[in-house]
């Protein structure tokens, strides 16, 4: 592991058969198969789980906090996701649900949901300004941030400088118990209910900020189980304060929703997808798009590669919640005193995040970069992945950097073999003059001197 980055997407060797199917979906071809085993390169992930989703035999993992880490705190927060709901049938109302997490040991409930509802006003007004960069685009997805800053630095410009749901919701918080409680904050643990390893990541490694107002990170998947077990046991004593403008959230376009946009804004969702029209921004084909709400799982949160429940099943699932619980949001804080105050604006200014370069030296750079494109034209460029790296220009990168040899395309080395066996065939058909006569294969049993 490298020590510049934590990354809570890791690799379980164990499990790992070198089959190739992760470095296809990498969106920053942070993955090679090398010795049968796959390996990730550090300074390229961005913890977005596709190679989790992907991987047939689960040999990617997402490290991340449990109930057990309770114990550290004398006070702790339960923050689910808008996703959570989604994830149990529609027979189960969410006051149990929310009464199954104070059940297993939390002493309070905040839900992601209602800070949803705080951040969607803050981009209201905040795009009232005036000189804004077009679109802006939504700082909600850590995956999408930090794609961002590894494959598109030049539009780091148009992130969005606000905080996410997840922070603003451990923030209120926190800054409620301080109030009702008497509890200094070092006594408050917040842990976020995640649907997705990249908000691990997010919390462990913040982006534009020193440290995360969140304590701790536990995935659906890991605490699902408890919760099912829990809920025959508790009342409807946790009334739900999410609104459905809130809850819409964990679909693709909620956001945009919530914000209220009547023109001008634009969602998509799905990696790939993303990067196609981040790449339409970065050419400057976007510029009519106002605001730009982007998601790397398929379908929005609800596709995380840490929930459970079906995308399509559970999108039903938020859609039905969000229409019963169309109440008006109503703030329990001054809203305009907080903006004014920036508590909704980031603590520092993303900057790019450097990912593998040929050299230092930008004259040796220069170089290999020549050698890079020789060298790639020299490959069939049929990105099949047989090599162990996603495509071959990923294979030339590899190979003028000195991690890959040119053998490893499979095809190159079919041409090697055949060009040896070609020159044995004819050294075995030659002998040297010491050796006097050799036969020409006359019928006539005349022999010839070499």
């Known amino acids: 592991m490298d020590e510049r980055y934590f990354h809570s997407v890791r ?17 920053t071809e942070a993955i090679r198969v090398r010795d049968g085993q796959a390996n990730i390169i550090e300074e390229r992930c961005i913890d977005c789980g596709e190679c989790i989703r992907q991987c047939p035999n689960h040999a990617k993992i ?85 794609l961002i800053q590894v494959r598109f630095p030049d539009l780091i410009p148009h992130i969005i400088p606000l905080e996410t749901p997840m922070e603003i919701g451990a923030k209120l918080a926190k800054a409620k118990i301080e109030k009702d409680k008497g509890l200094p904050k070092e006594d408050i643990g917040v842990f976020f209910i995640t649907p997705c390893p990249a908000k691990v990541t997010a919390v462990k490694e913040p982006v534009a900020m020193q440290e995360s107002n969140v304590d701790g990170v536990i995935p659906i998947d890991d605490i699902y189980g408890e919760i099912l077990k829990a809920i025959p046991h508790v009342g409807k004593e946790s009334e739900s304060q999410a609104t459905g403008a809130g809850l819409g959230w964990a679909r693709a376009g909620g956001e945009n929703t919530a914000v209220g946009l009547e023109e001008g804004y634009l969602s998509v969702d799905g ?38 429940e079906n995308k399509f099943i559970s999108r039903v699932r938020i859609g039905k919640l969000a229409d019963k619980q169309k109440k008006p949001f109503e703030p329990e804080d001054d809203l305009d005193q907080l903006i004014e105050e920036g508590f909704f604006s980031g603590q520092e200014k993303i900057t790019p995040r450097p990912i593998m370069q040929l050299d230092s030296d930008i004259s040796k750079a220069i170089k290999l970069m020549a050698e890079l494109e020789t060298t790639l034209e020299d490959l069939p460029g049929i990105d099949c992945g047989s090599c162990g790296a996603p495509t071959c220009r990923a294979l030339a990168e590899d190979i003028v950097k000195g991690l890959a040899l040119e053998t490893d ?33 006359n019928r006539g049993g005349k022999d010839e001197v070499e």
């Open 11 to 27: 690799l379980e060797e164990d499990k790992c058969k070198g089959c190739t199917v992760c470095i296809k979906g990498c969106p």
């Open 62 to 146: 997402a490290v991340a906090d449990s109930l057990d880490d309770l114990k550290k705190y004398k006070y702790n927060v339960a923050l689910p996701a808008p996703t959570f709901m989604g994830q149990f049938r529609p027979d189960v109302p969410p006051e149990k649900i929310l009464g199954a997490l104070i059940y297993l040991g939390f002493d309070e409930v905040f839900e992601v949901a209602q800070a949803a509802d705080y951040v969607s006003a803050a981009i209201r007004e905040y795009l009232k300004k005036e000189n804004l960069p077009k679109p802006l685009i939504s700082s909600a997805c850590p995956a999408v941030v930090r």
């Open 271 to 308: 990696i790939q997808n993303v990067i196609n029209v981040l790449e339409e921004v970065e050419m400057g084909k976007l510029d009519d798009v106002v605001y730009l709400e982007c998601l790397s799982c398929p379908g929005g949160c609800i596709a995380g590669p840490l929930t459970v």
């Open 409 to 441: 395309c499979v095809i190159k080395l079919r041409e090697k073999v055949h060009e040896l066996a070609k020159e044995m065939l004819d050294l075995s058909e030659k002998v040297p003059h010491a050796m006097g006569k050799k036969s020409n294969g």
